[in-house]
């Protein structure tokens, strides 16, 4: 593994592999880690860094507040994770990459399709978040972590994040808790912020990133104006709603939606789906 400074933050990556480049946008909600492609769903069988590094130069890393890589206490926005992978591939003097997303990744992929169009060879969308349930859960997250922090001080959330596993999985403790975590001098600089700015700072980012219930990341007029390959596989639960998949492939023009539901994908299909994906786009390209 290696690090890159991306827009001034420390950014955890990892890049190997042959062949064109393909940039992964991890699963895991708020936890984006490396480890998100070998420990979570069907990527726990495919293990992608190892099965599709014969056919693809890998790009993998913790997103900016996940894992290993640092943070800025900032507001979140769609395009600011997007500009972490544009950046990225920068650091990496990458023009261009095949973008793969899963769960919250997906958002990060239709994003940077949105802001970083000339960045991106095409899109390959894993079950896609969005629907009511995922902005109640989303708004739930960031509810729990701002009534934490006003009835507790920044100081009891730097001391929770120290013993938990990730925004995510432990809302009370904050979308900065990895960082918190790790790096004593970020979490001396955090405790010190004024609280009910940072609270208006933590209801603007939950309120952009959650304002609808469509599939998140970019807007509906947005995804209608992507002109690149997109590729989707839909899940079918409260956080990645079926009806996600249909609407992006409803409104990103071409885009294909795969027949298999979560029963039917494994690490073979899955695996397939990507190889095949991207071949039939490299095919439509030379035929045209």
């Not at 997303?101 to 994003?111: D, K, T, Y």
């Not at 009370?172 to 208006?200: H, I, M, N, R």
């Not at 990133?209 to 639960?237: C, R, V, W």
Request: net charge neutral; hydrophobic share 45%.
């Amino acid at each position: 593994m290696a690090y890159a400074n991306v827009n001034g933050i420390k950014i955890n990556y990892v890049v190997q592999g042959s062949g064109p480049p393909l940039i992964m946008l991890a699963p895991g909600g708020f936890d984006s880690t490396i480890e998100s492609w070998s420990t979570r769903g069907v990527w726990k069988d495919l293990k992608p860094l190892e099965t599709l590094a014969r056919e693809f130069t890998l790009i993998a890393y913790d997103r900016r507040e996940s894992g290993r890589s640092g943070g800025r206490v900032e507001p979140h926005t769609w395009w600011l994770w997007a500009a972490e992978a544009a950046g990225l591939l920068d650091h990496l003097k990458i023009d261009r990459a095949w973008v793969i997303g899963g769960c919250m990744g997906v958002s990060v992929a239709v994003a940077l399709g949105a802001y970083f169009p000339e960045r991106c060879a095409g899109l390959l969308l894993h079950w896609p978040v969005g629907g009511y349930r995922w902005r109640a859960k989303g708004h739930m997250n960031f509810d729990k972590h701002v009534a934490f922090a006003r009835a507790n001080g920044l100081a009891a959330v730097a001391q929770r994040a120290r013993k938990a596993s990730g925004f995510w999985a432990d809302p009370e403790c904050g979308p900065w808790a990895s960082v918190l975590a790790q790096d004593v001098g970020f979490a001396a600089s955090y405790v010190k912020q004024d609280l009910e700015t940072y609270l208006a700072l933590v209801a603007h980012s939950r309120d952009v990133l959650f304002n609808d219930t469509m599939p998140s990341g970019a807007s509906g007029e947005q995804l209608m104006a992507l002109k690149m390959p997109a590729f989707i596989m839909a899940g079918d639960d409260a956080s990645h709603s079926t009806s996600s998949a249909h609407a992006l492939r409803e409104l990103i023009p071409g885009a294909a939606l795969s027949a298999l539901m979560p029963p039917q994908q494994n690490a073979a299909s899955v695996g397939a789906w990507i190889r095949d994906s991207v071949a039939a786009a490299q095919n439509g390209r030379r035929a045209a």
